[in-house]
């Protein structure tokens, strides 16, 4: 028998996928626009319909042309990610979890204090770094995400706190990249997120007011002083290298020698006379001992910063426990006695998992990380 040849009639022709505009700092909005025959100042009327009146109907922009509207549709969109859920804690923390790209799930949590609004934002969904006691490593890592995906995630917040009733009526003040992922391991897409929140034609933050986290990626630490000033906060968690090889695996790639150094680098960069927070999770035996202290005094001793404390927060099986009360006290005295400015974080909005370490989302994990560690708790239980 023959062999039967199945020929396909001809396909439509595939449409191009619309340009999210979202995706746009100021400059690469100034680039899209003139490529397409318009002026310049076409970029900043649009930035500011898009960041400052959360608009995505290019028709709702009444001092553009409708000409240039029609234009618009044809090419171009304003896409945020979705909204898979809203929750809200008792003490007016809000949590959204969103839909990305990848078919993964991101968290943002906006936390308010008084007249301050601060936004944790997320950069990958999960995280390509598996720091032991973070829930988030736990789900491993599917992507980057993209200047959309992330500037979205502040879009979306600001426009969810405009409608909400007036007696909540919340607006954000801060900005922290320190929710899913390592922020520094999506440099450019952080980079120019960061500058659309700073931009007076984005939501207009001062430098002060956004801070970068990092685990201690020194070569793209070094980096960063080149191309922005933004606040610095950094996750040390251990005042030793032995140990902080446990608690923060990249740090047997970058010691804390290394990372030190690149932490006086870009603060000695910034013009005003910023300091560093450093981030250190208190883990009941573990890191919270007197020798800890006493290392932890030596290690920060020549470095400007303010020391932020922050009781472990729970999550199943992570094999830590919070310290008590009395032990955050003594180790927050010890450091203050020695000079040190030092805050302990109040948990806010645990009760709808939106404490630090606590963000989860849902990782369509490329790593297997999330399988083994499902294993190993599987063995722990048997």
Same mark, same amino acid.
């Given at each position: 028998?023959?062999?039967?040849?199945?020929?396909?009639?001809?396909?439509?022709?595939?449409?191009?996928?619309?340009?999210?505009?979202?995706?746009?700092?100021?400059?690469?909005?100034?680039?899209?626009?003139?490529?397409?025959?318009?002026?310049?100042?076409?970029?900043?009327?649009?930035?500011?319909?898009?960041?400052?009146?959360?608009?995505?109907?290019?028709?709702?922009?009444?001092?553009?042309?409708?000409?240039?509207?029609?234009?618009?549709?044809?090419?171009?969109?304003?896409?945020?990610?979705?909204?898979?859920?809203?929750?809200?804690?008792?003490?007016?923390? &809000?949590?959204?979890?969103?839909?990305?790209?990848?078919?993964? &799930?991101?968290?943002?949590?906006?936390?308010?204090?008084?007249?301050?609004?601060?936004?944790?934002?997320?950069?990958?969904?999960?995280?390509?770094?598996?720091?032991?006691? &973070?829930?988030?490593?736990?789900?491993?890592?599917?992507?980057?995400?993209?200047?959309?995906?992330?500037?979205?995630?502040?879009?979306?917040?600001?426009?969810?706190?405009?409608?909400?009733?007036?007696?909540?009526?919340?607006?954000?003040?801060?900005?922290?990249?320190?929710?899913?992922?390592?922020?520094?391991?999506?440099?450019?897409?952080?980079?120019?997120?960061?500058?659309?929140?700073?931009?007076?034609?984005?939501?207009?933050?001062?430098?002060?007011?956004?801070?970068?986290?990092?685990?201690?990626?020194?070569?793209?630490?070094?980096?960063?002083?080149?191309?922005?000033?933004?606040?610095?906060?950094?996750?040390?968690?251990?005042?030793?290298?032995?140990?902080?090889?446990?608690?923060?695996?990249?740090?047997?790639?970058?010691?804390?020698?290394?990372?030190?150094?690149?932490?006086?680098?870009?603060?000695?960069?910034?013009?005003?006379?910023?300091?560093?927070?450093?981030?250190?999770?208190?883990?009941?035996?573990?890191?919270?001992?007197?020798?800890?202290?006493?290392?932890?005094?030596?290690?920060?001793?020549?470095?400007? &910063?303010?020391?932020?404390?922050?009781?472990?927060?729970?999550?199943?099986?992570?094999?830590?426990?919070?310290?008590?009360?009395?032990?955050?006290?003594?180790?927050?005295?010890?450091?203050?006695?020695?000079?040190?400015?030092?805050?302990?974080?109040?948990?806010?909005?645990?009760?709808?998992?939106?404490?630090?370490?606590?963000?989860?989302?849902?990782?369509?994990?490329?790593?297997?990380?999330?399988?083994?560690?499902?294993?190993?708790?599987?063995?722990?239980?048997?």
């Amino acid at each position: 028998m023959s062999d039967i040849i199945t020929v396909s009639s001809a396909s439509e022709p595939v449409q191009e996928p619309k340009i999210n505009l979202l995706d746009f700092s100021q400059e690469k909005m100034v680039e899209f626009f003139l490529s397409i025959g318009e002026k310049k100042f076409r970029a900043t009327q649009i930035l500011k319909w898009i960041h400052h009146f959360g608009v995505s109907d290019f028709d709702e922009m009444t001092n553009v042309s409708k000409a240039l509207k029609e234009k618009l549709k044809k090419i171009a969109e304003i896409r945020g990610p979705e909204v898979v859920n809203s929750l809200f804690s008792e003490d007016g923390t &809000c949590k959204w979890i969103v839909r990305v790209a990848s078919g993964s &799930c991101v968290e943002t949590v906006y936390i308010p204090e008084g007249k301050r609004g601060t936004l944790c934002v997320s950069s990958q969904a999960g995280c390509s770094l598996d720091c032991s006691f &973070c829930s988030t490593g736990k789900q491993g890592f599917n992507s980057d995400l993209t200047v959309a995906e992330i500037i979205g995630q502040v879009w979306i917040a600001a426009k969810h706190l405009n409608n909400v009733p007036a007696k909540m009526d919340r607006s954000i003040t801060n900005v922290v990249m320190m929710g899913m992922g390592e922020p520094l391991m999506n440099f450019d897409n952080v980079v120019d997120s960061m500058n659309l929140m700073m931009d007076d034609f984005g939501y207009g933050l001062s430098k002060r007011r956004v801070t970068l986290s990092t685990s201690g990626v020194v070569p793209a630490l070094r980096k960063l002083g080149d191309v922005t000033d933004v606040s610095l906060a950094v996750s040390l968690h251990a005042p030793n290298d032995e140990l902080r090889n446990v608690l923060v695996p990249i740090n047997r790639k970058y010691p804390l020698a290394e990372l030190l150094d690149a932490i006086d680098q870009y603060m000695s960069g910034l013009r005003d006379k910023r300091v560093v927070t450093i981030e250190y999770t208190m883990m009941a035996g573990i890191n919270d001992q007197p020798e800890h202290v006493e290392q932890l005094i030596k290690l920060l001793k020549k470095v400007p &910063c303010k020391i932020n404390l922050i009781p472990f927060n729970p999550f199943p099986h992570s094999g830590y426990e919070r310290p008590s009360g009395n032990a955050v006290r003594r180790f927050q005295e010890s450091l203050q006695l020695a000079g040190f400015n030092v805050t302990v974080r109040k948990t806010r909005g645990d009760d709808i998992d939106a404490a630090c370490g606590q963000l989860v989302g849902q990782v369509a994990d490329k790593t297997r990380r999330s399988e083994r560690y499902q294993s190993a708790r599987q063995l722990s239980e048997a």
